[in-house]
């Protein structure tokens, strides 16, 4: 299943998700187009089992570390961090699967906005805690959690995937950013 | 002509560009699909022409008036501000126009690119002012004005415009996290 979800998730990238017809996809996996309804039943639930697998790859792994780290601080810069790293900076699927998820049927997309929503619960939680420390100003948390997951979400729309080894000064200026922008003076 | 774009871009709003035929803008018009072929020759010039009419009404005024701001952290703050507040606050219509910019010839792409890359400028060149100056640390310029950009084009993805009032709080509130984030301490 990983080679259907992975080739398949190469070409949406290369080409988007509408242009790619299931004919190609069967072509370039070296199945018939009825051996790939073994797998799926339509082109809709071939786009969510690959936004799954992606998340399940790249973005839970990051969510599960990320929860567990105490200090809300720390949290905040390891979330950004891995996020940055682990999942935006590997491929551009990212770009392609949040833009498509509106395809996806209600029940599918509940479920996958339900693993984006701990992700902005990661941050709202850190910025709740380093309040009621007095480590931080008084910010709309809602408001300044999206601003981490926008800054970091739009990085699959200019980043240079030939230069992959940017990503770690990336990901510092982007958890040194936002962190900075927080903290009281 | 600022009928058409509009009235056509809220049909894209609501449903998606590729989902919307022509035939369905021409009963929203109250024309023929023959007298919209009056206006423009192909469904790719008509998504041309919202997008620049969108820029134009949106975007190149901020640009305008941010590039007249002579204190950089000025420019910084009104740019952001007025990006939030002028364009992203308004409508949905940036995420459509920013996803389906690849539809978009590779001529008419450059064109919508070179006013994009306006932005990108401002933000870099207060930095190199602001870092030139000795108040901001050493900071990658390209990284960071894509990280403000970023939070700002997130808007469209989440913002709820039945309140749009909230525009002011999040405009002041994105401002803040960047303009603190890069200042030394």
């Known amino acids: 299943m990983t ?9 949406f990238i290369a080409e988007g998700y509408e242009q790619v017809p299931l004919s190609r ?9 009825a051996g790939l309804y073994h ?9 969510y089992f690959i936004h ?17 780290v105490t200090d809300p601080q720390e ?15 590997e491929d551009g699927s990212t770009r392609v699967l949040i833009h498509e998820v509106n395809r996806l049927n209600p029940e599918h997309q509940i479920k996958i906005r339900e693993i984006w929503a701990r992700g902005i619960n990661i941050l709202k939680n850190a910025i709740s805690e380093l309040h009621a420390s007095g480590k931080i100003k008084n910010v709309n948390k ?5 601003a981490a997951v926008g800054m ?6 200019w980043f240079d995937y030939d ?7 990336l990901a510092e200026t982007y958890s040194k950013i936002f962190l900075h922008g927080l903290l009281k003076d």
């Open 142 to 146: 809602v408001f300044a959690s999206f």
């Open 163 to 169: 230069r992959k080894e940017s990503a770690v000064e």
């Open 52 to 68: 799954m697998h992606n998340l399940k790859k790249y973005f839970i792994p990051v969510l599960d570390m990320a929860e567990k």
């Open 25 to 33: 996809i069967a072509k370039a996996l070296n199945i018939t187009k």
């Open 152 to 157: 970091c979400t739009w990085i699959p729309y």
């Open 75 to 89: 949290r905040i810069t390891f979330f950004i961090q891995a996020f940055i790293r682990k999942s935006l900076t």
């Open 3 to 11: 080679e259907i979800y992975e080739k398949t998730m190469a070409l």
């Open 39 to 47: 797998y799926f039943s339509t082109k809709e639930e071939l786009l």
